[in-house]
């Protein structure tokens, strides 16, 4: 059965930094894009970042210069570098695959998402 797992969230202080990391496990036989989304209290989810298998980027208006989406194949990783943080980046940020496990289709995953809280 395939997991994603985020870590690195917490409470951070306006202008401030921090690290996203996502961990996909499982039977994984091809990962193809990944990315992070979020949703804030009373809003929907929405994509902040995505980076597909071949390392082409994209990026929400909104955190673009700020945010740095990266993956490592090997590991089955996906990072997001958050700087510059302002108090509307406050969400519960979302790992998303589109994962092929062995011997099935491809399909997206989604982990429990980790809480980002910026304060101002």
């Known amino acids: 059965q395939v997991q994603l797992v985020e870590s690195g969230g917490g409470l951070v202080q306006a202008g401030g930094s921090l690290r996203l990391s996502c961990a996909a496990s499982?039977?994984?036989?091809?990962?193809?894009?990944m990315g992070w989304y979020r949703q804030a209290p009373g809003k929907q989810r929405e994509l902040v970042a995505t980076?597909?298998?071949?390392?082409?980027?994209n990026y929400a208006d909104s955190v673009k210069g700020r945010f740095t989406i990266s993956r490592d194949s090997a590991k089955n990783t996906v990072d997001l570098l958050m700087n510059s943080l302002k108090p509307e980046d406050t969400a519960a940020y979302y790992c998303?695959?589109?994962?092929?496990?062995?011997?099935?289709?491809?399909?997206?995953?989604w982990g429990r998402g980790t809480q980002v809280t910026v304060s101002s």
């Open positions: 499982g039977r994984i036989a091809v990962i193809n894009a």
């Open positions: 980076i597909s298998g071949g390392g082409s980027t």
């Open positions: 998303n695959a589109q994962i092929r496990e062995v011997y099935d289709t491809s399909r997206p995953y």
